[in-house]
Structures are given as structure tokens and as C-alpha cells.
């Protein structure tokens, strides 16, 4: 199967650079030759580590996808259009996810929630490349994501997730600290939606458990396990290192701006 055609869904046209692109990112530890110390210690924030700021997924030597190029980058994570690309054995699916996941390769470009500019979901955010910006405080931690303009709360006041949810794209997102580790877990997803551009499930029977952990002013670990008991077999983990992104900012972002594909789209 060939993934130019995402090239085409995606129907993207917004660069990476931010309106503020340069301004000086406040704060910023610097060693002795006055450059950024993206080793130096992480900030902390009420005994926790502070996740605040702007923050990509990095792209790991070696795993660049093998795909064509999309949204205007030579590069991005490989999960970004195959959340299993690093995933050893591949996905654990049962026989009908399995069946759907192939029924939905003959027609991404039509039916991909992404190329429709519909609601990603949490697992093709963060598996995007465009920046995301943390902002946290007491009992909550929000993620403003540039594509689509999007936004998630995750919940740490130590609320209970809700019993009976009105099922949602992105979830019902709580967390909380173990040691130094914010540990979110969301429930209450949408049935049968897209966890990557390949039309992967995922249903509303998931679970899906992330663990941030900033390692220092300038990287974070991310780790992704999801536990759908109804598409898998047994649960699958993924891990998205990120990167702080300095003197910039998130643009405004539409999906269907200046797009002129959709029109030729069969």
C-alpha cells in the first residue's frame, strides 16, 4: 500500500514556525558560553516537575518513516502514519479489528478522519510532529495542540474518571504523580475510531495509560500503553520522546485554509 496519498488527505498547509517565531522563550537555563542548557535540571512546580512549555515529538535517528513526506516535513515520526512502525511482532489484533484495519486501507483517502478534518483523537496528536504547548498548574494539566487548534485537559485534582461518559474523540483524560512521573490514564473514547493515518482501532473499550516523565529542561519521555481489550489481544506500548521547541510559538492553524484537493479526491 502506498502512503502518497496521505500527502494528498491531510490537506495540510501550515509550516512548522509560529507567529512569534524568535521571541525569546522566557527562563531558558544557559551555560557558560550563554547558550541554551537543555541538560540542566528540570523546572519544578509544587514539589513536581513543571511539564509547561512547547514541546514535539523527536524524531529518532533511524526510524524515519518510510513513507512520502507530509505536511510539508522530510521527516516524521514513523508512528505518525503507522503507530506500530517500531512495535516488535506488530499489532496483537483480534480477527475482526484485524479485518477492519484492512477494509480501511483501499479508501484512507476518503474515510481518514484526519483528510476530512474531523477530530484526530489523542493518539494522532501526539503522534504529529506540530507543536504542542503544556500549561500546568494545581489539578490540571492543559495541552493546546496547533493542529486543528485543538485543546485537552487532563484532570489531577484526584477526581475518579466518569462512570457512564458521553463517548468523545479525545476521552476523559485524569492524572496523577508517581514519583516524578505524571501518570494519565483516559477512558470514554468514540467506537471504532482511528488511532493512526493507517485506520488502526481503536474502540471505545480503551484504555489508554500515558506516562510523561521530563527528564531535563529540554527532553521528556513519553511512554503510551494501550489496553483494548475489545481490538487486541493484550495491551501494546509505544514511546514518543519529546523535545522542548525554544523561541516559539503556536500558530493558528485550519485545516481547510487554502486547500484545494479535496475537489479531486475520488
Given at each position: 500500500?502506498?502512503?502518497?496519498?496521505?500527502c494528498?488527505?491531510?490537506?495540510?498547509?501550515?509550516?512548522?514556525?509560529?507567529?512569534?517565531?524568535?521571541?525569546?522563550?522566557?527562563?531558558?537555563?544557559?551555560?557558560?558560553?550563554?547558550?541554551?542548557?537543555?541538560t540542566?535540571?528540570?523546572?519544578?512546580?509544587?514539589?513536581?516537575?513543571?511539564?509547561s512549555g512547547?514541546w514535539?515529538?523527536?524524531?529518532?535517528?533511524?526510524?524515519?518513516?518510510?513513507?512520502?513526506?507530509?505536511?510539508?516535513?522530510?521527516?516524521?515520526?514513523?508512528?505518525?502514519?503507522?503507530?506500530?512502525?517500531?512495535?516488535?511482532?506488530?499489532?496483537?489484533?483480534?480477527?475482526?479489528s484485524?479485518?477492519?484495519?484492512?477494509?480501511r486501507?483501499?479508501?484512507?483517502?476518503?474515510?481518514?478522519?484526519?483528510?476530512k478534518?474531523d477530530?484526530?483523537?489523542?493518539?494522532?496528536?501526539?503522534?504529529?510532529?506540530?507543536p504542542?504547548r503544556?500549561v500546568?498548574?494545581?489539578?490540571?494539566?492543559v495541552?493546546?495542540?496547533?493542529?486543528?487548534?485543538?485543546?485537552?485537559?487532563?484532570?489531577?485534582?484526584?477526581?475518579?474518571?466518569?462512570a457512564?461518559?458521553l463517548?468523545?474523540?479525545n476521552?476523559?483524560?485524569?492524572?496523577?504523580w508517581?514519583?516524578?512521573?505524571?501518570?494519565v490514564?483516559?477512558?470514554g473514547?468514540?467506537?471504532?475510531?482511528?488511532?493512526?493515518?493507517?485506520?488502526?482501532?481503536?474502540?471505545?473499550?480503551?484504555?489508554?495509560?500515558?506516562?510523561?516523565?521530563?527528564i531535563?529542561?529540554?527532553?521528556?519521555?513519553?511512554?503510551?500503553?494501550?489496553d483494548?481489550?475489545?481490538?487486541?489481544?493484550?495491551?501494546?506500548?509505544?514511546?514518543?520522546?519529546q523535545?522542548?521547541?525554544?523561541?516559539?510559538?503556536?500558530?493558528?492553524y485550519?485545516?481547510t485554509?487554502?486547500?484545494?484537493?479535496?475537489a479531486?479526491?475520488?
Amino acid at each position: 500500500m502506498k502512503f502518497v496519498a496521505l500527502c494528498v488527505v491531510c490537506l495540510w498547509s501550515s509550516p512548522i514556525a509560529a507567529q512569534w517565531i524568535n521571541y525569546p522563550t522566557p527562563g531558558v537555563p544557559k551555560g557558560r558560553d550563554g547558550r541554551p542548557n537543555l541538560t540542566a535540571p528540570a523546572p519544578r512546580i509544587g514539589g513536581k516537575p513543571d511539564l509547561s512549555g512547547v514541546w514535539q515529538t523527536r524524531i529518532v535517528p533511524g526510524a524515519e518513516p518510510t513513507t512520502e513526506p507530509v505536511a510539508g516535513s522530510s521527516s516524521f515520526p514513523p508512528e505518525f502514519t503507522d503507530i506500530a512502525a517500531r512495535l516488535k511482532g506488530g499489532l496483537p489484533y483480534r480477527d475482526w479489528s484485524r479485518k477492519l484495519w484492512q477494509s480501511r486501507q483501499d479508501n484512507l483517502r476518503a474515510d481518514s478522519p484526519a483528510g476530512k478534518c474531523d477530530p484526530a483523537g489523542i493518539l494522532q496528536r501526539l503522534t504529529n510532529i506540530l507543536p504542542k504547548r503544556f500549561v500546568q498548574s494545581s489539578g490540571l494539566l492543559v495541552i493546546l495542540f496547533e493542529e486543528h487548534n485543538e485543546f485537552r485537559q487532563i484532570l489531577t485534582d484526584g477526581r475518579a474518571a466518569p462512570a457512564d461518559p458521553l463517548p468523545a474523540f479525545n476521552g476523559y483524560s485524569t492524572g496523577k504523580w508517581v514519583g516524578d512521573t505524571l501518570v494519565v490514564t483516559t477512558t470514554g473514547f468514540k467506537d471504532e475510531w482511528w488511532a493512526d493515518r493507517r485506520g488502526t482501532p481503536l474502540t471505545s473499550a480503551a484504555t489508554v495509560t500515558e506516562k510523561y516523565r521530563r527528564i531535563n529542561y529540554g527532553t521528556m519521555d513519553l511512554e503510551i500503553t494501550v489496553d483494548d481489550p475489545k481490538a487486541y489481544t493484550r495491551p501494546w506500548t509505544i514511546t514518543l520522546p519529546q523535545e522542548i521547541a525554544l523561541n516559539t510559538d503556536l500558530m493558528e492553524y485550519f485545516c481547510t485554509e487554502n486547500e484545494r484537493d479535496r475537489a479531486h479526491i475520488r
